[in-house]
C-alpha cells in the first residue's frame, strides 16, 4: 500500500521590525507536492529570500503563485495595537498560527510539518522544524516570505494615502532616516507601534 504523502507547510513573516503596521505571516504548500517539481518551480521562478529580490521580481513570483492551483496560501496579519500589548515576538508567532489554521481551512487538512523560518516554534499542536535561514534554503519558506512580503508592501502602499506625511509607500513602515524625521515633525499616526523606539519616548 502506498505511502500517503506528508503535507508540508513554508511559514515565514515579514514586518518584525518596523516602526508602524502590522506584522503579516504566509503559510503556503505545493498540492501533490513532488521534490523534482518544486525544485524546478524554484529554478524557473528564480525564487530567493525575498529581501534579495526587486519589488519586481517579488511581484512577478507572486502574480505566477496566485495563477497556480498547484499552490495554496493564507495569510496572517497582527496589528501595530496588539504588537504593542504582547510584544512583536508573540505577535509574529501568533500571526503564523492564524496563516497555518487559515491554510488548513482552505485546503480542509492538517499540516504534517511546519517548516518554519527561524530558530523557534510556534504555539499550535503540529510537527514543525524551525530552520535559520530558511527563506534561504527552503523554497517553501522562500515562497511564503514572498507572498508576505508583497501583501505587506501592498497594505503599507494603501495606508501611505491616508498617512502621506510618512512616506509609508515607500519605506513600508521600516526605520528610515526619512520616516525618523517624519515623525519628529508630525509626531506619530495610528499605525505606528508606540512600544518601539523612538515612538515609546514620546
Do not use: W
Not at 515565514?12 to 503579516?24: I, Q, W
Not at 502574480?63 to 515576538?89: Q, T
Not at 509574529?92 to 480542509?108: N, Y
Not at 534554503?137 to 514572498?146: G, M, N, Q, Y
Request: contains cysteine; aromatic residues 8%.
Amino acid at each position: 500500500m502506498a505511502k500517503k504523502q506528508q503535507i508540508v507547510f513554508g511559514v515565514d513573516e515579514v514586518g518584525r521590525g518596523c516602526l508602524a503596521g502590522s506584522v503579516f505571516a504566509c503559510a503556503i504548500t505545493k498540492l501533490k507536492m513532488k521534490n523534482e517539481k518544486l525544485k524546478t518551480t524554484k529554478k524557473n521562478l528564480k525564487i530567493r529570500d525575498s529581501k534579495k529580490l526587486s519589488a519586481k521580481q517579488r511581484e512577478y513570483i507572486f502574480d505566477k503563485i496566485k495563477n497556480n492551483p498547484k499552490f495554496v496560501f493564507a495569510l496572517g496579519r497582527v496589528g501595530e495595537g496588539v504588537i504593542d500589548k504582547i510584544n512583536i515576538f508573540e505577535a509574529t508567532k501568533s500571526a503564523m498560527v492564524r496563516a497555518v489554521m487559515g491554510l488548513e481551512k482552505k485546503i480542509g487538512k492538517k499540516a504534517g510539518l511546519l517548516l518554519i523560518d527561524g530558530n523557534f516554534t510556534i504555539p499550535i499542536k503540529r510537527n514543525q522544524q524551525p530552520i535559520i535561514k530558511g527563506d534561504e534554503k527552503i523554497p517553501l519558506i522562500a515562497l511564503a516570505s514572498i507572498v508576505a512580503k508583497v501583501s505587506r508592501d501592498n497594505s503599507m502602499q494603501k495606508q501611505d494615502k491616508k498617512y502621506p506625511q510618512y512616506g509609508f509607500a515607500k519605506n513600508k513602515g521600516y526605520g528610515t532616516k526619512a520616516h525618523f524625521k517624519a515623525i519628529l515633525v508630525n509626531g506619530h499616526c495610528s499605525l505606528h507601534r508606540k512600544s518601539f523606539y523612538p515612538l515609546k519616548k514620546g
